[in-house]
């Protein structure tokens, strides 16, 4: 039998959101700050392919996911311990991120500076797998099944928040405030000393947070854990595979945007704009994060998840096809909309498949239809199809946009294996009443 670990009394349920909203606001301005701009800075100052830009993602991702799943689950799930393996990942991945700047202004040709970022972030991944693990455990460890998609929403809209500052002061510190040049703050270390600095005060806030973790109990000890699903883990491949499907169709086309639309033949944007257009999609996660717990008991989370996912393949299909620098602004929205209607509803679906005492590791599986999507299917979809367009002498715009299109069509499969785990969980309802 399992039993939840008793949190200190220090820890209200008050100073525990506390603690978590502002780890996740800091952690969103982190990602916002120095990813939102990095492709370019790969693409446009070192030179590197489109295909060999997402390999930033790739690698990485791929070091994140396997040491969540076979070690820092593992070892999370054997000895339950959250908060630990959060704050020594976030420790870690800061003095990672410091040495990787360092080590990349050290070659003399850019390109080698640009394969040097790639694999020091893979290396720096590794420390902060042990962070996300530990995250999506501790969350589920606290809260409820009911409560865990207002839970998952709210914490999405305080990221909105750090993600916007982080994309808005990222803008300016790209070309130096304007008196320098385009990627000015990269190769000069501000955005890497940035966001290093954030994660080092993001193990504050985590000092406010219990420990996490479940117990072995006596049966006459404990309270009865949340139920889950009959037959839940062939259930929960099935819900993988709908995933994997979803993320790598939606986000397939996020490292890519940003290349495309400062593209001189496409729309041009300086990385000022570029800011205020990604920041249109954080100003939906904040709105969508306060009401997607409302959504998804009154739909559910399946068919709330369903939803979010249409909202995607509509945007991703806009995306291929407007000229209107203004109904850009709005595809942001509409995928920021998605994006947190996603997350927080495919967690707490998940989180009723999977076994409380097998929590880490198996979230660690979940987790990666979320952190490969955005390198992996970058590297295998997206950019060979952008580079496989432009080397048939297709209009650089024209050969993204192919991309912008093949990205949808896999998220709409995704959508269908989905739909159709849930018209069988429907049935499996049905013939129990």
Same mark, same amino acid.
């Given at each position: 039998m399992i039993a939840h670990r008793q949190p200190n009394p220090k820890h209200r349920p008050g100073a525990i959101f506390l603690g978590l909203s502002s780890f996740e606001m800091l952690a969103m301005f982190r990602r916002g700050l120095f990813y939102t701009y990095l492709s370019i800075y790969l693409r446009h100052f070192l030179g590197m392919s489109v295909t060999e830009t997402t390999l930033f993602a790739t690698l990485p991702m791929v +070091?994140? @996911?396997?040491? *969540?799943?076979? @070690?820092?689950?593992?070892?999370?799930?054997r000895y339950q311990v959250r908060r630990t393996l959060i704050i020594c990942g976030e420790a870690l991945a800061g003095v990672g991120t410091v040495m990787v700047w360092y080590a990349h202004i050290l070659p003399v040709q850019r390109l080698y500076a640009g394969w040097v970022i790639i694999t020091g972030l893979t290396v720096v991944e590794l420390f902060w797998s042990m962070s996300n693990v530990g995250w999506s455990a501790l969350i589920s460890d606290i809260y409820s099944a009911r409560d865990r998609n207002t839970v998952q929403g709210r914490l999405a809209s305080v990221g909105g928040v750090g993600r916007m500052a982080g994309v808005w002061i990222g803008g300016i510190l790209y070309d130096g405030m304007g008196h320098y040049y385009a990627g000015w703050g990269f190769q000069h270390g501000a955005l890497f000393f940035i966001a290093a600095g954030v994660m080092f005060i993001s193990i504050v806030p985590m000092l406010r947070v219990p420990e996490g973790g479940v117990l072995t109990a006596d049966p006459g000890t404990i309270t009865p854990e949340d139920p889950v699903e009959s037959g839940s883990e062939r259930l929960f491949v099935i819900f993988l595979v709908a995933m994997v499907l979803i993320n790598?169709?939606?986000?397939?086309? +996020? @490292?890519?945007?940003? *290349?495309?639309?400062v593209l001189e033949s496409g729309f041009a944007v300086s990385s000022k704009m570029l800011g205020y257009i990604v920041n249109t999609q954080s100003a939906a996660m904040i709105l969508t994060g306060l009401v997607s717990g409302w959504l998804g008991r009154r739909l559910g989370n399946g068919p709330a998840l369903i939803v979010g996912s249409g909202v995607a393949v509509a945007a991703i299909c806009f995306f291929a096809v407007t000229d209107s620098l203004a109904l850009v602004f709005g595809i942001n929205f509409l995928r920021g909309v998605s994006e947190v209607i996603i997350l927080a509803a495919s967690y707490a679906f998940s989180s009723v498949l999977i076994p409380p005492a097998k929590r880490a590791r198996y979230f660690g599986l979940f987790n990666a239809t979320f952190f490969l999507s955005w390198g992996v299917a970058g590297t295998l979809i997206a950019g060979p199809v952008t580079d496989m367009m432009i080397g048939r002498g297709a209009p650089e715009v024209l050969a993204y946009r192919w991309a912008f299109v093949s990205a949808s069509v896999l998220t709409l499969l995704g959508v269908i294996v989905l739909g159709r785990l849930l018209w069988t969980l429907r049935a499996k309802e049905h013939n129990r009443a």
């Open positions: +070091a994140n @996911v396997l040491c *969540q799943t076979f @070690v820092w689950g593992t070892i999370s799930d790598f169709g939606r986000n397939s086309i +996020a @490292v890519i945007i940003p *290349q495309y639309l």
